[in-house]
C-alpha cells in the first residue's frame, strides 16, 4: 500500500446503534486514486466494498428472472460495440408483433418470470420510412407509442411487469410510460462527450450525448420514477470518466433519490461489430471499478451481468455488487447472443458458497415498490400481486 493512500473510513460507516449512518461515499480524489489502485492494494479495496455491501443488504443477493422483449431492433444509432442493432432489411432485422409480445410474455409467465424487459432501438422511424410503414400497419405514429400499448398488454394480460429500456425519453414519455411500467432504464453510458469523436465508440450515436442522458435521468428523477442506469467500462473512456459518470449518477441520485440501481458492464469484442479489435477490459478493472462504485455509492443497489464475466464470475461478488440483473430461463441476451446466462441452479450455488443468499426481486427493488402503489390502478394492483410481503417477487409457481 502507498504511504499516500487514501483511507476507506469515510466510504458510509454505520452509527452505534445499528443504523445507516448518513453514507456521503468517497470524494472524486480519492475514487480517483482507488480505481488506478494496484493489485496490492486491491484486496483492500474489495474487502472495503464487500462490507459496505454487506452493511447495505446484509446476507442477500438479488436477480430478477426475465424474459428478454427486443420489440424492435431497428435504431438510428450506430454504436460501435453494438451488435443488436439492424439496418432494414439487414438479416435479422424485426420489430416484434403484439402476438409475439404476448407468446413470449407468457412462455415466461409459466417459467415463474416476472419482468418483461422491453429493449429497443432509439426512434428508428426518425430516419427509416421502413420503420414508420411497420407502425403504421400496426396502427402507432411512433416506436414509443407502440412500446407504451406493449406494455400495457403485458401488464393486462400477463403476471409480468414491464421495465422498459427505449433510449432516450422526454418529460412526457417518462410520465406516460411510468402508467405502464413500474421502473424505467437508461444506460448513462459514460459522461464523456470525447466519445461521438470520429471513430470513436459513439461516432454516429446522436442519442449518446451524455449531457442529453442525463437530462433523461433527471427528469425521471424529478417525476420520482424508480430508474435502472450505469457505465459502460472498456469502450474507450478513462478510469476517471467512469468515475465521473458514477458521480454524475449518484449526484442525481442526491437530489431526487430515484436510482434503483446501478449497472457496472464490461465490453465484449464481437467479430460481428465495428470495435471488433479493441481490447477488453481485465479482471482486475472491472473489479476495481464494481468497488469504487460501491464506495461512491454505499447505498444503492449494484449490479453487473455475470454472463459476461467468463467462467469466474462469483468474483464479482467479492467486489461489492448486491444484484446479478435480470437472468432469464426462456430468451437469450440478445444484446449478448453468444453469453448465455448461467443456470440458475448454478448461479445459486455460487451465491451460497460466498455465503450469500440468492432471492428473485421484481423489476422495481424493494424499497422503491411502495411509491409505485400510489400509481394507476392496474400497475397498483398487478405490483400488490407480485410482491411478497418484503416486496421481493412473490409466490412464482
Ligand atoms: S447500443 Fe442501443 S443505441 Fe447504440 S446502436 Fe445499439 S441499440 Fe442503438
Known sequence: MHSDTPSLAGSGERAADGRSAPSPGISREEACFWIRSTSQELPRLLDRASEL?????????????????????LCRDYCGYCRFRRDPGEPG??????EEVLEVAGAGEALGCREALFSLGDKPELIFPEMRETLGRLGYRSTLHYLEAMCELVLRKTRLLPHPNPGLMSAEWIRRLAQVSPSLGLMLETSNPALLAPGAAHDRAPDKLPSKR???????GKQGVPFTTGVLVGIGESAEDRVDGLLAIRDLNRRYGHIQEVIIQNFRAKKEIPMRDWPEPGRAEMLRTIAVARLLMPDVNLQAPPNLSGPDYEELLDAGINDWGGISPLTPDFINPERSWPHLEELERRTNAKGLELRQRLPVYPEFVERVALRPSLLAERLASAADPDRYAGNTA
Do not use: C, D, W
Open 53 to 73: 455491501r454487506n452493511q447495505f443488504k446484509p446476507g442477500v443477493i438479488t436477480y430478477s428472472r426475465k424474459v428478454f422483449l427486443p420489440l424492435t431492433n
Open 93 to 98: 432485422a424485426h420489430t416484434m408483433t403484439p
Open 214 to 220: 442525463l437530462r433523461t435521468i433527471e427528469e425521471a
